[in-house]
């Protein structure tokens, strides 16, 4: 349980940092389409901000989903479903898991990499523009990697790695407006779980049919004597719906932290923060009260 445990909040605790964005400078610096070098600092990831409107919705589409799994498996073989949500999964996983990567590359190492572009025009007019790093190729030949190991062996370790890094992701990027929105998530997915657990076999007939990495396991003995292993698990939605929340906690402790020392949004940095745009200290009592109950 403990190890259930921490998987359950390292995505959360990193999650919610990763989720703080970088301060805006008083004098923005002039956008460089081709910039030679990436910069940790400057690169941001698209988010998806959660309004109360979005919040309301999400009991109901969890539920179609929810149900539409169900009729699938019970009309059609469950290995081909399967075999589809599997492929799916492990491009997401890919995805996910190089993101996890180079995030940490960049924290660990905080070094500017050479930058290469991928851009496709047509008639002057841009189609489309990737940027990366040798870092992202690194991680992406780790990624496929790993992919062709799960799928070649199922492996829990390996489902488990996936695990977290869809976490950290969705707690990276999803991102609630308000506590107005949190709270009416949290009590919609609350009634929405008590009603598919307990009031229906529906969830627990999907879960059991279900073939994919979106809980985390840990092995109740890790050598049993009879060398089958039994796993208590966790679902995703256990780590990412609370830690969504968790992430909003932080970042309003923050906007606390910065509204008490004069900070004003395009302004310049006050002396307390030593000139850093990200990643200085600051007083979290409501990220740490949330993650204490959780």
Known sequence: YAAIGSMAVVPIYFGSYSSLVRLPSAKPRAHDEFAEFSDSEDEEDESEAVSSEDAY??????????????????????????????????????????QVGV???????????????????????????????????????????????????????????????????????????SFKSGMIMLAGLFVYDVFWVFGTEVMVSVAKNFDAPI??????????????????????????VPGIFLALALRFDRHQYLSAIGYRKGGALPKQLGGRHRGFGFPAPYFTACMGAY
């Open 57 to 98: 919705m999400f009991p109901v589409y969890g539920s179609a989903a929810l149900f539409s799994l169900y009729v699938v498996f019970k009309y059609l073989k469950s290995e081909w479903v399967n075999l589809l949500l599997t492929a799916y999964f492990a491009v997401l996983g890919v995805a996910a898991l190089a």
């Open 103 to 177: 995030r940490l590359g960049k924290a660990l190492t905080g070094a500017k990499l050479a930058l290469y572009h991928v851009h496709l025009v047509h008639r002057h007019k841009t189609l489309a523009h990737v940027r990366f790093t040798n870092l992202h190729l690194g991680m992406l030949g780790v990624s496929l990697v790993l992919t062709a190991v799960y799928l070649q062996t199922r492996s829990w370790l390996v489902s488990n790695l996936f695990g977290l890094a869809f976490s950290f992701s969705a707690v990276t990027l999803v991102r609630l407006d």
């Open 215 to 240: 809980k985390v396991v840990f092995p109740k003995q890790l050598f049993p004597g009879d060398g089958k292993l039994q796993f208590t698990m966790l679902g995703l939605g256990d780590i990412v």
